[in-house]
């Protein structure tokens, strides 16, 4: 993909073209990379999550929602790599898709940052817990 990749991440980026879900569990290669498509499942690569430095997952357009469940999977699975969204990802969306447990992001079409800053800022507290660090606004109150 030739899209500009955002990173929320300290670590070198991982440059690796990423495999197929199909192919790597073939066992076909010994990528580090890997690509979820939508409908495939992502606890099939539960197993293998130590020798990934990066799974990418497939946003065929933006209403469809099973990358999400793909991310939080890997994450409560124990996945502490480079989690990436492509395809159709909207601006608005990746405030939603970092607390799911996306990390870095290469989207179909070009991102305005000022306005990805503005969606990321725009809701300070969260109602629940999810894959980021934030704590529900409950929490802090009756901790």
């Given at each position: ?78 996945y502490n790599g480079e989690l990436r969204a ?11 898709m970092r607390r799911c447990g996306f990390d870095?992001?290469a989207p179909e079409a070009p991102v305005d ?31």
């Open positions: 993909m030739g899209e500009t990749i955002l990173r929320f991440r300290d670590d070198e980026p991982h440059d690796e073209p990423a495999e197929t879900l199909d192919s790597f569990l073939a066992g076909k290669s010994n990528a580090t990379a890997v690509r979820i498509e939508a409908g495939d499942d992502a606890r099939a690569l539960l197993p293998h999550i130590e020798q990934l430095a990066l799974i990418e997952v497939s946003f065929p357009g933006f209403r469809d929602g099973r990358g999400y469940s793909a991310a939080r999977v890997l994450r409560e699975g124990g492509a395809g159709d990802v909207l601006v608005d969306q990746i405030p939603l870095s992001f940052i000022a306005v990805l800053q503005t969606a990321l800022d725009r809701y300070d507290q969260v109602y629940q817990r999810a894959a980021d660090p934030r704590l529900p606004v409950w929490k802090m109150r009756h901790g």
